[in-house]
């Protein structure tokens, strides 16, 4: 809370031409329980120099008034959480499953709790198993349901082996400029790296 009282007694510049203290808000603050900072009864400057800030939201404006803007490691700006929590690590889940620090810590935590070579639930001695009896137990059956998968096809399509191959050929025309685009270079390489020939 110190902190936050010395953040916004500050002298502020947003702009070369205007200078407004933030201490004029800081006898309005109030902050909820979630780290939230809301500002009652502002006036129009108030307003008019908030809008010209850096920031989507009222805290992480003032937030920035004394702590540079945070990235993902993709680059994209991180995600603001609250004033007293700053940015978010990363942008979206994606990015953070995809961190090479993160991946090795869950490979290592693994190792340490279930023994060398297990890196992920799946490798766990009896996991796959107990995975198939309780979708045994609820579904009738262990695999991959392509009994329900063919019903829905030809429920929706009437054809239980549909492909959208229409569908397919647009999205290549939009994303490759070709309808009938095919990574064949990539290919290459994955099985030159997978196996050890193209």
């Not at 809370?1 to 002298?11: F, G, V």
């Not at 933030?22 to 908030?50: C, D, M, P, V, Y």
């Not at 009896?133 to 009437?158: E, F």
């Not at 009938?180 to 099985?191: F, L």
């Amino acid at each position: 809370m110190k902190q936050l009282e010395n953040t916004l007694s500050l002298r502020v510049d947003c702009d070369s031409s205007s200078k407004l203290k933030i201490s004029r808000f800081s006898r309005k603050k109030s902050i909820n329980k979630s780290g939230r900072l809301t500002l009652k009864k502002l006036t129009a400057e108030e307003h008019a120099f908030l809008e010209t800030c850096e920031g989507r939201t009222l805290a992480e404006k003032i937030y920035l008034f004394t702590n540079p803007r945070q990235f993902c490691v993709c680059g994209k700006p991180a995600i603001f959480s609250n004033y007293t929590k700053g940015y978010r690590k990363y942008c979206s889940p994606q990015c953070s499953n995809a961190d090479p620090e993160k991946i090795n810590k869950t490979k290592a935590s693994f190792e340490a709790k279930y023994g060398a070579g297990v890196t992920n639930a799946q490798q766990i001695p009896g996991v796959s198993e107990r995975t198939k009896d309780t979708k045994m137990a609820l579904y009738g059956y262990s695999g991959a349901n392509v009994v329900l998968a063919q019903q829905t096809k030809l429920r929706r399509y009437g054809d239980p082996g549909f492909v959208n191959i229409e569908k397919g050929m647009k999205t290549k025309l939009t994303k490759y400029g070709s309808p009938g685009y095919n990574n064949r270079e990539k290919a290459r390489t994955t099985c030159l790296e997978k196996y050890g020939c193209a």
